[in-house]
C-alpha cells in the first residue's frame, strides 16, 4: 500500500484499486492546489500499474466527499488571464479521469458540490450513500459564476438538457434519491454498503454493461422531442433565456453564461464547450457581482464563527423554550426552535384556538417535509411531541428562555416581562420579538435587565434567515452569547445590533419606503415605483411591501421613528388616511393593490381608488434610475449613521443585515460594499444633489463626508 499526503490507495485481488482521500486540517475536503497536484500525480501513478483493472474513488473523511473548490483560490486570479488558466486545468485534470482506459467509479458519501461533482462527473459512474448528509450540486451560480471544470458539458450530456439547467441555474442541491432518478448516479444504497456497490458498478462497466435511458418516460419522450434535434433545443434554449431573465432582470451575468456555455457545447462540440466555459468562467471571476456574491459567502463564514461579543463569557446550554403568542411570528418561531433547534417549546396564548392555531402551523411544515419523505414519520412524532401550549404559565417554570411574540404595545410588553419574572426560573433569559421599541424601554419593567434582550425575527420566520439580537447597556454578554448560538441552531444568520429606535434593519427600510411613498405622493403610479425598485434587484417593490408587511404595522412604527430622528424619517402625511379607510394591506384584502375577488386571476393590479383616497394623479414621469436611485440613497444613508453611531459592530453586518433581513440586492453585496464600488465621492455628490431639490432628508450623513476627506472605503 502507497501512502501520500492526501492519497492513498489499496489494490485488492480483483485488480480493483480504492482510492481514498483526506485533506489534512480541513473539515471537509476541497478542491485546492496541494489537493489538485497530488491528484493529478495520483491519476499518472494509477494509470502507468498495468495491473490495475478498475479504480473507487472515495472520500476516508466523514460524511464529506468533496464539498467543492476553495474560494480562496480564485484570489489568486489577478487576470482574466489567470482565471482561465485555472479552469482549463481543472480540465486538464478531469479529462486525464475520464479519458483512463479502466473503470472508474466515484463513491459518494456525504456532501458532493461544485467541484467535488465535476470530479465525479469525470468518472465513468457515481454511487451515493442514502445518508441525509449525502447531497449532490453545482451551486456556483450562488457566487456569480459557473462550474468552471467541465460541469456545464458533462452534466447536460448524462442527464439531459433540461435536468441540467435546472441543477446549474439554480445552483440547489440534491437529494440521492432525486440524483438516482435523474440518472446523476447509477444506485443509491446504505453507507455501509457503498463499497461493495462501487465495486458491482466497476464489475459491470469492465463487461460493457451501461445505465440505459427508456425514450417511454417523461425524461426520455422529452429529450426525443426538444433535445436531439436542433429545432426543439433552441425553443428550449429561448423558454430558458426568457425565465430567466424574468427572474435575474439582467442584474446576474453567471445564469446567461452557463447556459451560453451548455448551447455552444451541445450544438458546436465538447471542444467548443470547453473553450466557452473558460472563457465565460474567467469573466465571471472577474466581475463585480461575482466579487460582491462572494463577499457575502466569507461574511456569512466568518459570521458562523462569531459569538457576537468582544468578552469569553461563556454560553448557557438552552433546553427549553417559552413563546408568548400563538400568532404568525410566535408560531414562527415556535417551529424554527422546536424543528431545526430541536428545542422543547412551550407557547402560551391567551385563548385555545390560538394554541391549536400555533401547533397546527408547525404540523403543515413537518407534514410537508414528511409527505415528501424528508423525514419519517417516527421524526415526525417526535419533533411534534416536543411541541405543547397552554393558555396559563403551566409548564413555564423550568423554561431556560421565554420569547414574547405580542402586540407591539409597551404597556402589554411591560406585563409580559413582570408575568414571566414571577412564574419562570430566576435564571430565565426573558427575549422581545419587538420590531421597533427600543429595548431599554421594554427593560425598565423588568427586576433582572441584564437577563433581557431583543430578538427581532423577520415574517415569514421560517424562510427569513436573519435574526437581529437586540442588546442594551445593561444585557450581560452571557445572554447575548447565548442568543447568538440559539440563532445558529435555529437556522438564522444572527447580527448583534445595539439598541436603538427602529434597530438596524427597520431603521434603514423605513426612509426607502417613505421616499416611494413621497414620489407617490408626487403623483408618479404605483406599478413604476415597485417596478423600478424591483428591476434594481430588490424582491419586492416597495409598495408591494407595504402591503405584504401590513400598513398597520408600518404606522406603528413610523411615529416612533419620527419621533426618534426628526423630520428624515417623517413619512407622508396622505398616508394617514389609509388606516382610516380600513386598509391593512393583503391581511385584510384592501391596500394599494387588489386582493380577492377583486384581482384579476395571475394578475397584480393597482386598486386605482387609493389615488382617489390619496388626492393623487398618477401622471407624473421620473426615469426608473431616479426612482431606484432616491430611494437607495437614503437607504445607504441611514446605514453610515447606524455604523456611526455603533448601531451596528461592522460593514460585514451591515451588510448582511440589509441582505438577509429586508432583501437588498445581493449582486451590490450590501449597503456598505455598494457605497465602495459607487465611490464615496459619487454618493455624497448625489445625496447632496437631491438635498438641494428635496431638502433635509438628503442631508449627507457625517460619516460619509468624513470618509469623502480621508479619502478611505468600508472594505479593504
Known amino acids: 500500500m502507497a501512502k501520500q499526503k492526501i492519497f492513498q490507495f489499496e489494490l485488492h485481488d480483483d485488480g480493483i484499486a480504492v482510492v481514498g482521500f483526506d485533506l489534512p ?58 482565471a482561465e488558466q485555472m479552469s482549463r486545468d481543472g480540465h486538464a485534470i478531469f479529462n486525464k479521469i475520464e479519458k483512463l482506459k479502466i473503470p472508474v467509479v466515484a463513491a459518494i458519501d456525504g456532501v458532493c458540490l461544485g467541484g467535488g461533482l465535476e470530479f465525479a462527473l469525470a468518472c465513468h459512474g457515481r454511487v451515493c450513500s442514502d445518508d441525509k448528509s449525502t447531497k449532490l450540486g453545482l451551486p456556483e451560480v450562488q457566487l456569480g459564476l459557473l462550474p468552471g471544470g467541465g460541469g456545464t458539458q458533462r452534466l447536460p450530456r448524462l442527464i439531459g438538457i433540461a435536468s441540467s439547467l435546472d441543477i446549474m441555474l439554480t445552483g440547489k442541491q440534491i437529494f440521492p434519491k432525486q440524483a438516482l432518478k435523474s440518472g446523476l448516479v447509477d444506485e443509491v444504497v446504505p453507507s455501509a454498503n457503498l463499497l461493495k456497490s462501487a465495486r458491482k458498478r466497476v464489475m459491470d462497466l469492465r463487461k460493457g454493461q451501461k445505465k440505459k435511458t427508456s425514450f417511454f418516460s417523461m425524461k426520455g419522450l422529452q429529450k426525443l422531442a426538444l433535445e436531439s434535434n436542433p429545432i426543439g433545443r433552441n425553443i428550449l434554449f429561448d423558454q430558458a433565456k426568457k425565465q430567466l431573465l424574468k427572474r435575474t432582470k439582467g442584474n446576474y451575468p453567471a445564469p446567461e453564461k452557463i447556459l451560453e456555455c451548455v448551447e455552444k457545447g451541445i450544438d458546436q462540440g465538447l471542444e467548443a464547450g470547453y473553450a ?50 400563538g400568532g404568525l411570528m410566535g408560531s414562527g418561531i415556535a417551529y424554527v426552535s422546536v424543528d431545526k433547534a430541536g428545542k422543547l417549546v412551550r407557547i402560551k396564548d391567551i385563548s385555545k384556538e390560538g394554541i391549536s392555531k400555533a401547533l397546527n402551523y408547525s404540523w403543515k411544515i413537518i407534514g410537508k417535509k414528511l409527505k415528501r419523505r424528508f423525514i419519517s414519520e417516527s421524526q415526525a412524532k417526535k419533533t411534534m411531541s416536543h411541541l405543547t401550549g397552554s393558555i396559563d404559565y403551566s409548564g413555564f417554570e423550568d423554561c431556560d428562555m421565554v420569547i414574547e411574540a405580542v402586540f407591539e404595545k409597551l404597556e402589554l410588553k411591560h406585563q409580559m416581562v413582570k408575568e414571566v419574572e414571577e412564574n419562570c426560573s430566576k435564571k430565565t433569559i426573558f427575549a422581545t420579538n419587538t420590531s421597533s421599541i427600543p429595548i431599554a424601554e421594554i427593560a425598565k419593567a ?25 442588546s442594551t447597556p445593561k444585557t450581560a454578554d452571557w445572554v447575548v452569547a447565548t442568543c447568538v448560538e440559539l440563532g445558529k441552531q435555529q437556522g438564522k444568520t444572527p447580527i448583534v445590533v445595539n439598541d436603538g429606535a427602529g434597530f438596524y434593519v427597520n431603521r434603514i427600510l423605513a426612509p426607502y419606503v417613505n421616499e416611494a411613498g413621497i414620489m407617490l405622493s408626487e403623483g408618479v403610479a404605483i406599478e413604476k415605483l415597485d417596478k423600478a425598485l424591483v428591476q434594481a434587484g430588490f424582491p419586492v417593490g416597495p409598495i ?23 423630520e428624515r424619517m417623517s413619512p407622508p402625511k396622505a398616508f394617514d388616511k389609509l388606516i382610516g379607510d380600513g386598509r391593512l394591506g393583503k391581511k385584510n384584502g384592501k ?59 461592522s460593514a460585514r453586518d451591515g451588510d448582511i443585515g440589509a441582505i438577509f433581513g429586508i432583501g437588498f440586492p445581493p449582486f451590490l453585496g450590501g449597503p456598505f460594499r455598494y457605497i465602495d464600488s459607487l465611490g464615496v465621492d459619487k454618493v455624497v455628490e448625489r445625496l447632496q444633489h437631491y438635498q438641494e431639490i428635496h431638502g433635509s432628508r438628503f442631508e449627507v450623513a457625517p460619516l460619509l463626508l468624513k470618509m469623502q476627506q480621508q479619502g478611505e472605503g468600508f472594505h479593504a
Open 446 to 470: 423588568a427586576k433582572r435587565p441584564e437577563q433581557l434582550v431583543g430578538l427581532h425575527y423577520f415574517s415569514p420566520v421560517e424562510k427569513m434567515p436573519l435574526l437581529e439580537i437586540i
Open 544 to 566: 408591494t411591501l407595504l402591503d405584504e408587511v401590513g400598513i398597520d404595522v408600518a404606522t406603528k412604527v413610523a411615529p416612533i421613528l419620527e419621533q426618534a430622528f426628526g
Open 276 to 325: 466557452i466555459e473558460a472563457k465565460n468562467f474567467a469573466e465571471l471571476v472577474m466581475s463585480p457581482e461575482a466579487k460582491s456574491l462572494i463577499s457575502i459567502f466569507f461574511a456569512t463564514t466568518e459570521l458562523k464563527k462569531d459569538s457576537g461579543i468582544d468578552s469569553d463569557a461563556e454560553v448557557v446550554t438552552i433546553d427549553k423554550i417559552g413563546v408568548l403568542g
Open 25 to 82: 486540517g480541513e473539515a471537509q475536503n476541497v478542491l485546492k492546489e496541494a489537493f489538485i497536484n497530488e491528484a493529478e500525480s495520483m491519476i499518472d501513478d494509477l494509470s502507468a500499474q498495468k495491473e490495475i483493472k478498475g479504480i473507487i474513488f472515495k472520500s476516508n473523511k466523514p460524511k464529506s466527499f468533496i464539498a467543492g473548490a476553495d474560494i480562496n483560490m480564485l484570489n489568486a486570479a489577478k487576470s482574466l488571464e489567470d
Open 591 to 649: 391596500g394599494f393593490y387588489k386582493y380577492g375577488k377583486k384581482a384579476k386571476k395571475g394578475a397584480k393590479e393597482v386598486d386605482e381608488s387609493i389615488y382617489r383616497l390619496l388626492a393623487i394623479e398618477p401622471t407624473k414621469h421620473i426615469v426608473q434610475e431616479e426612482i431606484s436611485e432616491r430611494a437607495i440613497l437614503l437607504m445607504l444613508n441611514e446605514a453610515a449613521r447606524c455604523l456611526d453611531e455603533g448601531i451596528i459592530r
